[in-house]
Nanobody, 118 residues
Framework: QVQLVESGGGLVQAGGSLKLSCAPS???????MGWYRQAPGEQRELVAR??????TYADSVKGRFTISRDNAKNTVYLQMNSLKPEDTAVYYC??????????????WGQGTQVTVSS
């Protein structure tokens, strides 16, 4: 099975920046990759997603976060600038991988903690 390895989380003060990265443990073809987050007591939500079609961002992070992808390394990044306390959450990497059945399957990272202090 595919394992997604995440890094880059940590503690930062409001207004600071962090950069998350995520890559699969084996060489595979991935249709799309993205970042989701879940704050305490909240539901998991989409933060950003990237595919060969384009990118998608949650309204709350537009203008502050940038998702990018290195196709050669199969690595996805999330550059987070102007961080706010409400960005505090566990961030999960997601990858959609095609199968022989014709339907994509979801793979998830274990999550990396991002904490923004006021």
């Amino acid at each position: 099975q595919v394992q997604l390895v995440e890094s880059g989380g940590g503690l930062v003060q409001a207004g600071g920046s962090l950069k998350l990265s995520c890559a699969p443990s084996i060489s595979i073809f991935i249709n799309a990759m993205g970042w989701y987050r879940q704050a305490p007591g909240e539901q998991r939500e989409l933060v950003a997603r990237i595919s060969n079609i384009g990118t998608t961002y949650a309204d709350s992070v537009k203008g502050r976060f940038t998702i990018s992808r290195d196709n050669a390394k199969n690595t996805v990044y999330l550059q987070m600038n102007s961080l706010k306390p409400e960005d505090t959450a566990v961030y999960y990497c997601n990858a959609r991988v095609p199968t022989t059945t014709g339907r994509d399957v979801n793979y998830w990272g274990q999550g990396t903690q991002v904490t923004v202090s006021s």
